[in-house]
């Protein structure tokens, strides 16, 4: 019955070790100038948002900001895209507007030392939907609207995860894109193109354990097995 125990024990203990929690951290890259250029494409075949402005990434628990500049101008540079078009949102079908997840999300540019390099690259959530919405007023669309989707993980460049004291490797996170002057394709939304104003991307790093405390989890392991088997030898 020990032996059982202590076995399950250890079970345990190896699933908590390579089972990484979410980091206490918020990753943020953004821009807070309106209408910075780029365009966002919204088609059957999915959303592009191409050359989307990106200034500043910073740490928004320890406030650690630096600037992005390089590809897009003198700025970093967003570019994405969503799966296919599924189907007007049945909460609000005429506002908004959902595409499969998947497709691809990257920043590129030069932050701390990371340089002309992709700073993040990722994929959305196969397992949800991306969001197109649309403003409207009066009964009429405005023009204006925001694109919004749940990141599927990804990677941090190395060199700037370590200038802001967080890991490489992204758990999940979240995209925003604000558009104005977003013009129809056709007589029915939400296909078309408009420009890109404010982008967010928020990421949640992991939380990975530094390599002492592995050494010591690896130690305890070591001893409880060791134990297992004494006890083993004993009880046959």
Same mark, same amino acid.
């Given at each position: 019955?020990?032996?059982?125990?202590? @076995?399950?024990?250890?079970g345990?203990?190896? =699933?908590?070790?390579?089972? &990484?929690p979410a980091?206490?951290?918020?990753?943020?890259?953004n821009?807070?100038?309106?209408?910075?250029?780029?365009?966002?494409?919204?088609?059957?075949?999915?959303?592009?948002?191409t050359?989307?402005?990106?200034?500043?990434?910073?740490?928004?628990? =320890?406030?650690?900001?630096? *600037?992005?500049?390089?590809?897009?101008?003198?700025?970093?540079c967003?570019?994405?895209t969503?799966?296919?078009?599924?189907?007007?949102?049945?909460?609000? &079908? =005429?506002?908004?507007? $959902?595409?499969?997840g998947?497709?691809?999300?990257?920043?590129?540019? =030069?932050?701390?030392?990371?340089?002309?390099?992709?700073?993040?690259?990722?994929?959305?959530?196969? !397992?949800?939907?991306?969001?197109?919405?649309?403003?409207?007023? !009066?009964?009429?669309?405005?023009?204006?609207?925001?694109l919004?989707?749940?990141?599927?993980?990804?990677?941090?460049?190395?060199?700037?995860?370590? @200038?802001?004291?967080? *890991?490489?490797?992204?758990?999940?996170?979240?995209?925003? $894109? $604000?558009?104005?002057?977003f013009?129809?394709?056709?007589?029915? &939304?939400?296909?078309?193109? !408009? $420009?890109?104003?404010?982008?967010?991307?928020?990421?949640?790093?992991?939380?990975?354990?530094? *390599? @002492?405390?592995?050494?010591l989890?690896?130690?305890?392991?070591?001893?409880?097995?060791?134990?297992?088997?004494?006890?083993?030898?004993?009880?046959?």
């Amino acid at each position: 019955m020990r032996t059982g125990l202590c @076995a399950a024990a250890i079970g345990a203990l190896l =699933t908590v070790a390579w089972t &990484p929690p979410a980091s206490a951290d918020t990753i943020a890259f953004n821009n807070g100038i309106t209408h910075t250029g780029g365009t966002i494409t919204s088609a059957a075949t999915g959303v592009s948002v191409t050359s989307g402005r990106i200034d500043t990434v910073g740490n928004l628990t =320890t406030s650690t900001f630096l *600037p992005v500049s390089g590809l897009c101008g003198t700025f970093g540079c967003l570019n994405l895209t969503t799966g296919a078009f599924v189907g007007a949102d049945a909460s609000d &079908p =005429t506002r908004k507007f $959902n595409f499969q997840g998947g497709g691809s999300i990257s920043v590129t540019g =030069t932050a701390d030392g990371a340089v002309a390099t992709t700073l993040y690259s990722g994929s959305f959530d196969t !397992g949800a939907n991306v969001t197109l919405t649309l403003d409207m007023a !009066g009964g009429a669309y405005t023009g204006n609207g925001v694109l919004s989707g749940t990141l599927d993980g990804g990677t941090l460049n190395p060199i700037l995860a370590a @200038a802001l004291g967080v *890991p490489s490797n992204i758990l999940s996170g979240s995209s925003s $894109n $604000n558009f104005i002057s977003f013009a129809f394709s056709g007589a029915t &939304p939400p296909f078309g193109t !408009g $420009n890109l104003t404010t982008n967010t991307v928020q990421l949640l790093p992991s939380a990975v354990p530094e *390599p @002492a405390t592995l050494l010591l989890l690896g130690s305890g392991l070591a001893a409880a097995g060791a134990r297992l088997r004494r006890r083993k030898m004993q009880f046959e």
